[in-house]
């Protein structure tokens, strides 16, 4: 069974603080995503990596950053969090290409920053 | 501008009779795809239906139908028989071919339908 796993499903931080959140996936996915999932936003695409060290912003990289130090994992780090980061955040991984290929999603963490 | 828009927050269906769910998408590429995701109350996002721009018939899985018109721009998802355990959020998604270049995969999610199914 094909899985994205992420290492918390509820977080809570106070204003300031480092935090990591960690996806891996066990599919050989050179794609890597994550999104951020807000009420009556949908999902927003903070940073995506297509292949080791390799890393992209994307629509929302602001607070944020990436770490991709090997294939199957993927790090989103808030260098000093802030209410507003306040959300749930998804990782999703997927192959190589332009093709049909769908992405696959982890559970989810939901941060909440005090 | 909105690449993906889906402008029912929320949904009501009798319980077995049939739903249509709307997007509509924007996009100058004429080589993109478009994805439906199912997110359960549990949180976990689940990949529905897929249809390439340059598919002919409109995708089908199951219960589970896209009704694609590309001149309007729009992929309404169609879910026949409806279930007690379909009461979900909704998303449309949209990749685009990055005009011939590598997209990466990356999607484009509209806002989302919650969709809530009655006994």
């Known amino acids: 069974d094909v899985k994205v796993t992420q290492s918390s499903r509820y977080l809570v931080k106070r204003t300031g603080e480092k935090v990591f959140l960690e996806c891996v996936q066990d599919?050989?996915?050179?794609?890597m995503f994550w999104y951020r999932q807000d009420p009556g936003l949908g999902l927003r695409l903070i940073y995506f990596?297509?292949?080791?060290?390799?890393?992209e912003k994307g629509d929302i990289p602001e607070g944020y950053s990436v770490s991709r130090e090997k294939k199957e994992r993927f790090s989103l780090i808030l260098e000093s969090a802030s209410t507003n980061q306040t959300s749930m955040y998804l990782c999703?991984?997927?192959?190589?290409?332009?093709?049909?290929?769908?992405?696959?999603f982890g559970p989810g963490t939901r941060l909440t920053v005090l | 501008a909105q690449k993906i828009t889906q402008t029912q927050p929320g949904m009501f269906v009798q319980e077995k009779e049939a739903v249509t769910l709307d997007c509509t998408y924007d996009?100058?590429?004429?080589?993109?795809?478009l994805f439906w995701y199912k997110q359960p109350s549990s949180g976990e996002m689940i990949f529905l239906i897929y249809?390439?721009?340059?598919?002919?018939q409109n995708a089908t899985e199951g219960r589970y139908s896209l009704n694609f018109q590309k001149a309007r721009k729009s992929a309404n998802l169609v879910i026949s028989a409806s279930q007690l355990g379909d009461s979900a959020m909704y998303f449309c998604?949209?990749?685009?071919?990055?005009?011939?270049?590598?997209?990466?995969?990356?999607?484009?999610f509209g806002q989302g339908t919650i969709l809530t199914v009655h006994p």
């Open positions: 999703a991984s997927g192959r190589r290409g332009n093709s049909y290929n769908e992405q696959f």
């Open positions: 998604a949209m990749r685009e071919g990055n005009l011939g270049g590598t997209s990466y995969g990356k999607l484009t």
């Open positions: 990596s297509y292949d080791v060290k390799m890393k």
């Open positions: 996009t100058s590429d004429p080589s993109y795809g």
């Open positions: 599919m050989d996915h050179e794609n």
């Open positions: 249809q390439g721009s340059y598919d002919q």
